[in-house]
């Protein structure tokens, strides 16, 4: 029998990376199929969420506003945010309010209608964030809520949208004289929902007897790594700082197979979360990698400005390693939104209100305003995966081998770097931030 040319034949790797980018778990005998489809365990038929609000634009307004809030507040420091959760309750804002407040929060989360927003939230509680731990995939939750101060009552439409769209629950609480005791009761609720990451989301002084509304996201992810790290492996190593110093910290290693590419100026690597018997979801974590030790203020303008930024860099082939290292970390980070929105455009909701569509009252809902939204976040990454998680409130106011001469990638993450954690199907990005020191819990 005539061989086939040698044009035709696979390496064991080619095969095997094809089988993977074909959806095919490379661990079982029986190679069962894990493709990621559009079905939803939990009988929900479409993951997918509009392209205007995920793969495309949603994700460029996600690096977007982490590009800024770097500018802004973390020149200089480690961070994590999750553009996710504010958008969340920049929704609700928009839900609430009328022309031209809600053109304006409109035009900043790039979605054309508050449908779409409403829709677009009401898939991530019932499928993005559907808990996997049952199925052997990451734990996930997110939740939402809202505090309305006793002397007002929500308008029946925007009670139903809170309630349905953003499985929000309503809180009738008296902010009039007992304001610092609702501000414990959200902390606490934020601290239970991020299964005790964020504590303290509201300082004190925050809240008093002039708020009216609070609204609060939280969400949480804890994933395992497909390969996970041997922790008896774990160095210490240099990692060099953006002043030109470096310092000693644990880094963990690696001699398997991994999602890596390279582009112009930087590396991208992909670490998978396992996903279990969940078919429908498929997260990842991605390290945004400068050549340079100095290259992340270029990296960051390119993160922040192109369209379809991590569409565009995603590793889909598992390539040989030589030096393959990644630091251990823990980022704790907090700011006030408000600056940062209203330097992209977003001034309305502070300055004029416009958020009749909220409360009926004898108060104009005119005169109600956004006097503050304060976000937390944490991450920790280790040899077993990663767990993090985040809260953001507004406050209302009244007023293959060498052998087969296949390329070998090195992938040392040992200077300042870019993350996210992502779903894949939906696109939906969860987490941003930068490494700049993995021995400073910002």
């Known amino acids: 029998m005539e061989s086939p040319p040698e044009s035709e034949l696979l390496t064991m790797r080619q095969i095997r990376n094809r089988r993977l980018r074909e959806g095919w ?5 029986k190679k069962k199929r894990t493709k990621t489809t559009t079905h939803n365990g939990g009988g929900a038929t479409d993951l997918h969420i509009d392209e205007s609000n995920s793969g495309g634009a949603m994700a460029d307004v996600s690096l977007s506003l982490a590009s800024h809030v770097i500018t802004a507040y973390a020149k200089d420091k480690n961070l994590v945010i999750s553009p ?63 505090w309305i101060d006793q002397s007002l009552r929500l308008k029946p439409a925007f009670k139903e949208t809170v309630e349905n769209s953003y499985k929000a629950a309503s809180n009738h609480v008296d902010f009039q004289t007992k304001a610092d005791e609702v501000r414990e009761e959200v902390n606490a609720w934020a601290e239970k929902e991020t299964n005790g990451l964020i504590k303290d989301l509201l300082q004190p002084g925050s809240v008093d007897a002039f708020t009216r509304l609070i609204f609060a996201n939280a969400v949480y992810f804890k994933g395992a790594w497909i390969q996970e790290f041997k922790a008896s492996s774990t160095r210490d190593h240099n990692f060099f700082l953006l002043n030109g110093s470096s310092v000693k910290a644990p880094f963990m290693k690696s001699s398997e197979e991994q999602y890596i590419s390279e582009f112009d100026g930087f590396k991208v690597l992909r670490l998978r979360y396992k996903q279990g018997k969940d078919y429908t979801r498929t997260f990842s974590m991605y390290f945004f990698l400068p050549d340079a030790k100095d290259g992340l203020t270029d990296l960051l303008e390119k993160f922040g400005s192109e369209s379809g930024f991590i569409e565009n860099h995603i590793p889909d082939e598992l390539v040989e390693v030589g030096k393959f290292r990644i630091p251990k970390f823990k980022i704790g980070f907090s700011f006030g939104v408000g600056e940062v929105i209203k330097a992209l455009g977003v001034v309305l909701p502070f300055r004029e209100g416009n958020l009749t569509e909220m409360v009926d009252s004898d108060i104009d809902g005119k005169e109600l305003r956004v006097s503050g939204i304060i976000h937390k976040a944490f991450i920790e990454v280790n040899e077993r995966g990663t767990e993090a998680a985040a809260a953001t409130a507004i406050d209302y106011e009244g007023c ?13 993450a040992d200077h300042p770097f870019m993350f996210v954690i992502r779903e894949d199907t939906s696109g939906v990005v969860l987490f941003v931030g930068q ?8």
């Open 400 to 412: 293959c081998g060498p052998s087969e001469c296949e390329k070998i990638y090195d992938f040392v």
């Open 25 to 29: 778990s490379t661990s079982s005998q």
């Open 84 to 146: 996710l959760s504010i958008n969340v309750v920049l929704g609700m804002v928009a839900a609430g309010s009328n022309d031209p407040t809600r053109d304006q929060i409109l035009g900043f989360l790039k979605s054309k209608s508050i449908e779409e927003i409403n829709s677009f939230s009401s898939k991530l509680a019932t499928h993005v964030f559907a808990d996997g731990e049952p199925l052997g995939g990451p734990r996930l939750s997110t939740a939402n809520g809202v």
């Open 435 to 442: 490494l700049l020191d993995p021995l400073a819990n910002s």
